[in-house]
């Protein structure tokens, strides 16, 4: 199974994984629908981030934000900190690929961000996961793009372009070494200069079904199949497997560059349902669960419908990686142009709870109380009630159930 990895870091990943399974035990538990108890052990995240939102942007604000989420008993942040073919701390690795250390926007200019993130959130007793949110994504005129044209995928007729809303995205190469490099540098640098508690991936470390017929996937590819070029059907069962296959491999080497470097920091994804993630963005996350190299899960179901909320968090992958690391579960409390109801939010929490799941983070910073139609008097206030005093981070490595 890690063949392509080198001796030590196989003996760094099998060491975890008996570890786990010798000193750690789960249970899984059915979904109840009655009202669960406030557990004392309990995830309780949300996702900072650079869009509709300046929190990052302000030494200032960022201090009152954690000091709002420290005060409504949230234990847990996720700064992005790679976004728009840029970092959003200074970053060595972003210089080199991009020309520049730092996203040019003038509340990161001559501050470090993600120290400031870490420091302030450390004195309160959070814990900071930097999120790499752009994975293989970058905009489609970005300097990385421009830098680098040969890292890019494409359709079988050769386009490039995703549209992501209004905005043109392109895909960087998973199967590229060079690609692949750059996200396990971009992973080095957080874990051996920072003091952090993990680091995490989303739904875009993956890539869009109808890419990667790129000429230098073909040239891989062909050179595993007698010279066979890939499936002219982007949906072909086993050319889907393939490219799965190799991102996990990219998987696996963050895995083994984390654990090299901080053995007691965290790898955590939030991805999309495994259905979704699989068939739509070749993310196999159920594989990359079993295999060990993801320590947190945290699926974004982002439902307005209960019974389609509820429908996801009883699916049997879900249930299986339960019995296995925390796993929680993003909850969307709203965008820029759709408010979400704290009712609902109330709800979906009530059913994580009763799940027996590890917790929960929101999408996004703002909607918990600022872009919403509620008063931010009234939800902050929903939010006492749904946290009325602290709780404990669950995490893997102390075996919180």
Excluded at 128 to 139: I, K, N, R, S, T
């Amino acid at each position: 199974m890690f063949s392509w990895l080198n001796q030590r870091k196989t003996k760094i990943i099998l060491s975890w994984l008996i570890g786990w399974t010798l000193v750690c035990f789960w249970g899984v538990f059915p979904v109840t629908g009655q009202t669960p108890p406030i557990p004392a052990t309990e995830l309780r995240g949300v996702w900072l981030t650079n869009v509709d939102s300046d929190v990052l942007f302000s030494s200032d604000r960022l201090t009152d934000a954690l000091e709002k989420l420290d005060r409504l008993h949230f234990n847990t942040v996720y700064p992005t900190v790679w976004n728009d073919g840029y970092t959003l701390y200074p970053s060595a690795v972003g210089k080199e690929v991009t020309g520049r250390s730092v996203l040019k926007i003038p509340g990161l200019q001559k501050r470090d961000m993600l120290a400031e993130v870490i420091e302030q959130s450390h004195q309160r007793g959070m814990s900071v996961l930097p999120w790499l949110e752009f994975g293989f994504m970058a905009p489609a005129e970005s300097e990385l793009v421009k830098r680098h044209p040969d890292w890019i995928t494409n359709r079988a007729d050769g386009s490039q372009v995703v549209m992501q809303g209004i905005h043109p995205r392109v895909w960087l190469n998973p199967v590229h070494p060079q690609v692949q490099q750059l996200i396990v540098d971009l992973v080095t640098e957080l874990v051996t200069h920072y003091d952090i508690d993990g680091i995490q991936l989303d739904d875009h470390f993956g890539l869009p079904v109808e890419l990667g017929y790129d000429a230098y996937t073909r040239q891989v590819y062909q050179s595993e199949h007698n010279g066979q070029l890939p499936p002219e059907n982007p949906e072909d069962e086993a050319w889907i497997r393939w490219r799965a296959d190799r991102i996990t491999t990219v998987m696996a080497r963050i895995f083994a560059a984390v654990k090299s470097k901080r053995p007691d920091a965290i790898v955590s994804l939030s991805p999309n349902p495994q259905h979704f993630a699989y068939s739509r963005y070749l993310q196999d996350w159920f594989s990359w669960e079993r295999q060990g190299f993801v320590e947190e899960l945290l699926i974004q179901i982002y439902r307005d419908d209960l019974e389609r909320f509820q429908a996801e968090l009883k699916r049997p992958e879900v249930q299986v990686a339960l019995d296995h690391i925390p796993v929680g579960i993003g909850v969307l409390t709203g965008l820029k142009n759709r408010s979400v109801p704290m009712s609902q939010v109330q709800e979906q929490v009530a059913e994580v709870r009763n799940g027996k799941f590890a917790g929960v983070s929101f999408f996004f910073y703002e909607t918990l109380w600022n872009l919403s139609q509620e008063s931010p008097q009234n939800r902050q206030a929903d939010w006492k009630s749904i946290f009325p005093q602290s709780a404990a981070r669950p995490s893997i490595l102390h075996c919180w159930r």
